[in-house]
């Protein structure tokens, strides 16, 4: 058996069997995997299979190295498969907390989440420092809480409480698996880290609107992020599903941007109809995009987007910018989603139906609307980008605000 040959081998229906040599063969299966199984006899016993590796993870001449290492413990009166079990079983019966979170994230967030790496981070951030070299069975309640202080002692509340959660589920992912016996962060509750949270209901109010707009253009950061916290502020969409716009989703022509399900938050796809306003963003970016795919490219590596972390950061950084004017020391503190609260609260300030601003802004239905309401509304929807975007212009240009009349349906 050749590398080229084994390379040459095609799936068929059924798996099947192609010799090595010395006892191992190769086996292919249906869906083109193909294994390394090495048949071996334990005197008295029958005849085994053992599985030494998959191809071309292990290369022909490393599983013909593991077969002759298997076959002298054979020699030894070695059962290999049993071998193997007791040393998995050792291995997950007592693995330390940082082999616990590497074991979590590659088989449960890595296959089941949309976004591990942030979830990861937060147990590599926040307990990993702290709890990484202890063994997982032998942690205790009073030292996850230790751990979780030490992030609420630098004020981060919110994050304190998302690693408890993602910890807990951690810890009960162990449980099931039948790595650990019980869960240790089961019964310590928000109230031990970073208490309980309270929904955010800051939106900007008109006079706020302009001042943000006037000031974002001499706050330190790209041009770029400004154009994103534009855009969240013209469009009112997720941060995530703006950050991440490519230009094929954009149609210029037919004025419409889409997000499609594979990006949005609820899996159904979203179309925004552009306004002046959004289409002076659009173009604005695609003069900075040095041909990017991305819409919002990375001004320093333009085959990645700027990431809706940064936009976070510079926001932070920024603050002080906005908070410490003399000519609007009442402005609050603010966040990237904020803006999205501002749209969807001023929308209905200037008569958007609530079911259309829900569908411009791409919430989930609730309940039987779920099940029945699949209309789009797109006629209603693009009335409303077009009033939002006016609306805008006239806060901008301190002009008295004309009354918008509540949207009217059938005509």
């Not at 071996?40 to 002759?68: C, D």
């Not at 951030?125 to 979780?148: F, M, T």
């Not at 609260?345 to 008569?351: A, R, S």
Request: aromatic share 8%; net charge positive; charged share 30%.
């Amino acid at each position: 058996m050749t590398n080229l040959k084994l390379k040459s081998l095609k799936p068929k229906e059924k798996d099947y069997l192609v010799s090595v040599g010395g006892g191992m063969s190769v086996r292919v299966y249906p869906s083109g995997k193909k294994k390394f199984i090495y048949r071996y006899k334990i005197t008295g016993q029958k005849e085994k299979k053992h599985v030494i590796g998959e191809y071309p993870e292990i290369s022909l001449s490393k599983a013909r190295e593991l077969k002759t290492e298997a076959a002298k413990k054979v020699k030894k009166g070695i059962d290999i498969n049993t071998e193997k079990k007791i040393e998995k079983a050792i291995q997950i019966s007592s693995p330390l907390i940082s082999e616990l979170v590497a074991m979590y994230s590659q088989r449960y967030l890595n296959k089941h989440i949309k976004k591990p790496q942030l979830q990861i981070r937060l147990l590599e951030v926040n307990i990993l420092p702290v709890l990484g070299s202890q063994k997982a069975k032998d942690v205790i309640r009073a030292e996850i809480i230790y751990a979780l202080e030490k992030v609420t002692n630098q004020g981060k509340m919110v994050t304190a409480n998302r690693t408890l959660s993602r910890l807990k589920h951690m810890f009960r992912w162990a449980v099931e698996n039948e790595i650990l016996e019980s869960s240790p962060a089961e019964l310590i509750t928000k109230k031990n880290t970073g208490g309980t949270e309270k929904s955010r209901q800051r939106y900007f109010t008109e006079s706020e609107i302009k001042y943000f707009l006037i000031k974002l253009e001499s706050i330190t950061c790209s041009i770029q992020i400004k154009l994103v916290l534009k855009l969240l502020l013209y469009a009112g969409q997720r941060i995530g599903e703006t950050t991440s716009a490519e230009w094929h989703e954009v149609d210029f022509k037919n004025r419409i941007w889409t997000i499609p399900k594979e990006k949005s938050k609820t899996k159904e796809q979203n179309r925004i109809y552009m306004s002046d306003l959004i289409i002076d963003i659009f173009k604005q970016c695609k003069l900075l995009s040095n041909n990017s795919n991305w819409v919002f490219a990375n001004p320093k590596t333009p085959d990645k987007h700027i990431t809706y972390q940064a936009v976070d950061r510079a926001v932070s950084r920024s603050l002080s910018h906005f908070t410490n004017d003399d000519t609007n020391s009442q402005f609050e503190k603010w966040t990237p989603h904020d803006l999205r609260r501002t749209v969807e609260t001023q929308l209905n300030e200037i008569g958007i139906a609530p079911h259309i601003a829900d569908r411009m802004a791409n919430h989930k239905l609730q309940g039987i609307q779920a099940i029945y309401n699949k209309a789009e509304y797109w006629k209603e929807k693009k009335e409303g980008w077009e009033r939002w975007s006016e609306k805008i212009k006239q806060i901008l240009a301190g002009k008295k605000i004309i009354p918008f009349k509540k949207q009217k349906f059938g005509k």
